[in-house]
């Protein structure tokens, strides 16, 4: 019974001081096109899924959408940073390079090229290599959510020519 009389009271102080969950960005556009990208790429597949929570309406042709996203880089790389005297690799650098554009169908350009780089670093041991590859499938999604988020932001500050 104290617990929920305390959740309550944390609420509503929650709520008297403005605190409020993070929502979708308010697009202020009504169809988008996203050009340049595999459709099959996990990138698209969480930039679709995001966009799906707004009520932007996604357009296959590029004409007749209101604004074109064009993707001009998805790549993802993997470096060795530190390795053993044996050549046994002890840590691995991971990036997330994307950049994109965004423009009218008629090429006015609304947001000039933008490059999002992620960079995440991981260590790594052939013992654990099983868990390791999980680790970095892991890494790269949470850095492809952050990049989508970012990219999300960036829509959302975007006026429509009239």
């Not at 006015?108 to 991981?122: D, F, G, K, Q, S």
Request: glycine share 4%; net charge positive.
């Amino acid at each position: 019974m104290q617990r929920r009389h305390l959740l309550t009271a944390l609420s509503a102080g929650l709520a008297g001081c403005g605190f409020e969950l993070r929502r979708e960005p308010e697009l202020l556009f009504h169809s988008l096109a996203i050009s340049g990208i595999k459709p099959d790429s996990a990138m698209a597949a969480e930039l679709r899924r995001q966009l799906s929570r707004t009520s932007v309406l996604l357009m296959e042709d590029a004409n007749k959408a209101q604004l074109v996203l064009v993707v001009l880089k998805d790549v993802r790389e993997r470096s060795a940073v530190v390795s053993t005297t044996a050549g046994q690799v002890r840590e691995w650098q991971l990036r997330l390079n994307f950049d994109f554009m965004l423009r009218t169908p008629n090429e006015e350009l609304l947001l000039p090229r933008t490059e999002l780089r992620m960079v995440r670093e991981m260590n790594f041991r052939e013992t654990d290599a099983l868990g390791k590859e999980q680790e970095e499938a892991q890494l790269y999604r949470a850095m492809q959510s952050d990049a989508v988020a970012q990219v999300m932001r960036r829509l959302a500050a975007v006026r429509v020519p009239s």
